[in-house]
């Protein structure tokens, strides 16, 4: 009996210090594949859709933030464009929230909390303002997100630019840039069981962002956890990422762009950079600033003055 007794008591005491570590294991493994999942629907239904932008009524033009303006431009997005061509149970408008099963507190990437997002300007002020080239002119407005449950018990928030604009191939590279922020049409808060909890960015909450009205691409970014560093050559930093886990790359220029379009979701760091820093991308000749999201088109691939701080952020796919 006493045998028995202290096998028993072996066991207790290694199941308590192994099943954490499983049951941590199993949830990962199955966030990784509804991730997957939602990230393919998302594709295909996106891909659907004629254009992008125009949904919904928005009349903060002259006073942005007016009491009696009308912003319906998330809540017409989802009703009039995804419930066509994506299978949704409930839409929920910005007063409803957490109808939808979404949470008032997150937990970000760097593990601080957070207040959930419920305006655009709430996600990331500089998807707000105005931005002009010699190309593109636009006038983003502070719209109110939106939401809706999916038929698979994934709850999603969306932040919707009606006035979204052009893609990376008619915005004058040659003349150093363009801005980034009008080519998000759409970005999307995912939680993938509800506010069941962790509510944690990395495990059951991810992001997902879709840029340009016509022939759009969609991202899903997994970012790594933590800045590897920066004054990286492209070829040091495409080197850091596959050190730090054989499974991540350098984003390509969208997928860092949602990173920066999420960035109080991600890092406390990625706030009050000036212009010169910024993401390294899988193309050496395209890299993201943060502080006004400008995308510039005049680096090579090891030139880049190593003063200058081009972070190196990692992605999984």
């Known amino acids: 009996m006493a045998e028995i007794l202290l ?33 393919a629907r ?40 995804l419930s066509k061509v994506m299978k949704i149970n409930n839409i929920c408008d910005n007063e409803h929230l957490p109808d939808c099963g979404i949470a008032s507190k997150i937990t970000t990437l760097d593990a601080s909390t957070m207040s959930f997002p419920t305006t655009m300007e709430a996600l990331n002020s500089n998807m707000v303002g105005s931005y002009s080239t010699a190309v593109d002119n636009a006038s983003l407005l502070n719209t109110k997100a939106a939401a809706f449950e999916t038929q698979n018990g994934e709850s999603i928030a969306v932040y919707y630019n009606p006035r979204c604009i052009g893609d990376l191939n008619n915005s004058g590279w040659g003349s150093g840039g363009v801005y980034i922020a009008p080519k998000v049409c759409a970005n999307f808060i995912f939680d993938l069981n509800g506010n069941k909890g962790p509510n944690t960015v990395g495990k059951d909450i991810g992001f997902l962002t879709v840029m340009y009205p016509s022939d759009p691409k969609v991202v899903m970014p997994y970012p790594a956890n933590n800045m590897l560093g920066s004054k990286y050559t492209h070829t040091a930093a495409v080197k850091a990422c596959t050190t730090y886990d054989p499974e991540y790359r350098l984003p390509n220029v969208e997928e860092a762009n949602s990173i920066l379009v999420n960035k109080n979701l991600v890092s406390s760091t990625l706030d009050g950079l000036t212009f010169g820093n910024g993401i390294w991308t899988s193309s050496p000749v395209a890299q993201l600033s943060r502080g006004n999201y400008w995308l510039v088109y005049d680096l090579q691939a090891d030139d880049w003055p190593k003063d200058n701080s081009l972070n190196v952020w990692c992605v999984k796919r």
């Open 42 to 81: 998302f594709s295909q239904a996106i891909a659907l859709m004629p254009a992008l932008n125009g949904y919904g009524t928005l009349t903060e033009d002259s006073s942005s933030g007016a009491s009696d303006a009308v912003d319906t431009a998330a809540e017409t997005f989802i009703t009039a464009g």
């Open 7 to 39: 096998s028993l008591t072996i066991i207790g005491v290694v199941a308590a210090i192994t099943l954490p570590s499983l049951t941590g294991n199993i949830n990962e493994r199955t966030w990784n594949t509804q991730r997957k999942a939602l990230y």
